[in-house]
């Protein structure tokens, strides 16, 4: 059985930090490439940054140079530590590992950017 846990999310002022986990189980994440989606209220759900399973990463434009994502393989781990946190961060950040024709999802953690 595949799973996908999320952590990290919360309450935080903007100008501040968070670090969202995604702990994988039931699959070989080693294999997998891994990204971190958002979706807020009333908006479709956007790829905020992904890495692939040799390490690569890749970011939306608007978290660029704020976000960076990373994978522990040794922990079957993705992070995303996200600084710089501003209002439109606001959103449910969803895990989502994919190989293949595989694609998994996480049930997903709430940030809130907020004063």
């Known amino acids: 059985q595949v799973q996908l846990v999320e952590s990290g999310g919360g309450l935080v002022q903007p100008g501040g930090s968070l670090r969202l986990s995604c702990a994988a189980s039931?699959?070989?994440?080693?294999?997998?490439?891994m990204g971190w989606y958002r979706q807020a209220p009333g908006k479709q759900r956007e790829l905020v940054a992904d890495i692939t399973s040799g390490g690569m990463s890749n970011y939306v434009d608007s978290v660029k140079g704020r976000f960076t994502i990373s994978r522990d393989n040794t922990k079957n781990t993705v992070y995303l530590q996200m600084n710089s946190l501003k209002p439109e961060d606001t959103a449910a950040y969803y895990c989502?590992?994919?190989?293949?024709?595989?694609?998994?999802w996480g049930q997903g953690t709430q940030v809130t950017v907020s004063s």
């Open positions: 039931g699959i070989t994440f080693s294999l997998y490439a």
């Open positions: 989502n590992s994919k190989f293949n024709s595989l694609s998994y």
